[in-house]
């Protein structure tokens, strides 16, 4: 599909997929380019293979393990992201993020990249009141 919003005089162009609708995250596209003048088009240059990624979906279902929470530990559990459309490519792993309860400040208590299995955190050392 042509370029058809550009103006003319600007050294770059930038296709905006929510006005662009043909671009569609998910979908590997070739980009090449040819060069022009008076008299033609040159050869095709070699191509550039550029997918558009998009952010997973939130993990849902988030609970506590009650077989497994103590007065100085909580264990939680979530469902796996299943998304049958991932444009961002596979789940790489889950990061967790706690607050306590006077504060909006969430901090990352555990980093799972790399471990998309793993998706039960037992976080202890807690202090009952």
């Given at each position: 599909?042509?370029?058809?919003?550009?103006d003319g005089i600007?050294?770059?162009h930038t296709l905006d997929v929510s006005?662009?609708?043909?671009?569609v995250?998910?979908?590997?596209?070739?980009?090449?380019?040819?060069?022009?003048?008076?008299?033609?088009?040159?050869?095709y240059s070699d191509h550039l293979r550029q997918a558009l990624s998009a952010l997973p979906i939130s993990?849902?279902?988030?609970?506590?393990?009650?077989?497994?929470?103590t007065k100085t530990q909580i264990a939680i559990t979530w469902d796996p992201v299943v998304d049958?459309?991932?444009?961002?490519?596979i789940i790489s792993g889950y990061m967790l993020y706690m607050a306590n309860g006077t504060s909006s400040n969430y901090y990352l208590i555990y980093n799972g990249t790399d471990r998309p299995l793993i998706?039960?955190?037992?976080?202890?050392?807690?202090?009952s009141g």
């Open positions: 599909m042509p370029v058809t919003s550009y600007s050294q770059t006005v662009d609708t043909f671009l995250p998910g979908i590997i596209y070739d980009i090449r380019i040819s060069a022009q003048n008076l008299i033609g088009s040159s050869e993990p849902i279902n988030l609970r506590r393990v009650e077989t497994s929470c049958g459309y991932i444009p961002g490519g998706r039960t955190q037992i976080i202890s050392g807690l202090v």
